[in-house]
């Protein structure tokens, strides 16, 4: 398995302000992914994140919204930007290792 | 985006009860993934299957992965206070590639 790390474990900020949230895994892994949770729901898929290209982006989700970087096989950052109320959410990373995905314990984001 | 259907959506049982919960999908998954969550954490990988008709079993746990690729079961037997928790099924279409999730069932066991 892999063992996932996030920052921060959560935060409360205020409208039209922008978070960004660190992944960081104990191994080097092709493919990085990151999903939302929205209070009481299932998990939704934003992006996918490889390294040394630029991320995939889901239906509903783009770019400019929610940037991402993945500089290395053990990192990599989700931006929420301009964020509103809506956007509170827990958000989760996650990494593909040995065709089994292992979750990160997520950035719980209340916005104001 | 799409999400795959899980039932029920919740249950209260008493402890000792033995529990099922199923998942099913419009389309064809290539592999189910069996998930468990605890508040304030990520979702914790309990059992992978990889090949329709596959029953898979982890202590308690057993899951089977469809013949028709479209569906899953998960069963707990013997329940203890620590199973409670949301379990959610996850479908798969290609290995280390995104994952599809279910709605989720809640688990209460009732003292």
Known sequence: ???????????ICQRGTSL???????????????????????LTLIATANQG????????????????????????TLTVSNMSPEDSSIYLCSVALHNEQFFGPGTRLTVL | G?????????????????????CT???IFNTWLWYKQD??????????????GELTSNGRLTAQFGITRKDSFLNISAS?????GIYFCAGQLEGNEKLTFGTGTRLTIIP
């Open chain 2, 80 to 84: 203890i206070p620590s199973d409670v």
């Open chain 1, 1 to 11: 398995s892999a063992v996932i790390s996030q920052k921060p474990s959560r935060d």
């Open chain 2, 25 to 27: 999908s419009s389309s």
């Open chain 1, 53 to 76: 290209s630029e991320a995939t982006y889901e239906s509903g989700f783009v770019i400019d919204k929610f940037p991402i970087s993945r500089p290395n096989l053990t990192f990599s």
């Open chain 2, 39 to 52: 508040p304030g954490e990520g979702p914790v990988l309990l059992i992978a299957l990889y090949k329709a």
């Open chain 2, 2 to 22: 799409q999400q795959l259907n899980q039932s029920p959506q919740s249950m209260f049982i008493q402890e000792g009860e033995d529990v099922s919960m199923n």
């Open chain 1, 20 to 42: 960004t949230i660190q992944c960081q895994v104990d191994s080097q892994v092709t493919m990085m992914f990151w999903y939302r949770q929205q209070p009481g729901q299932s």
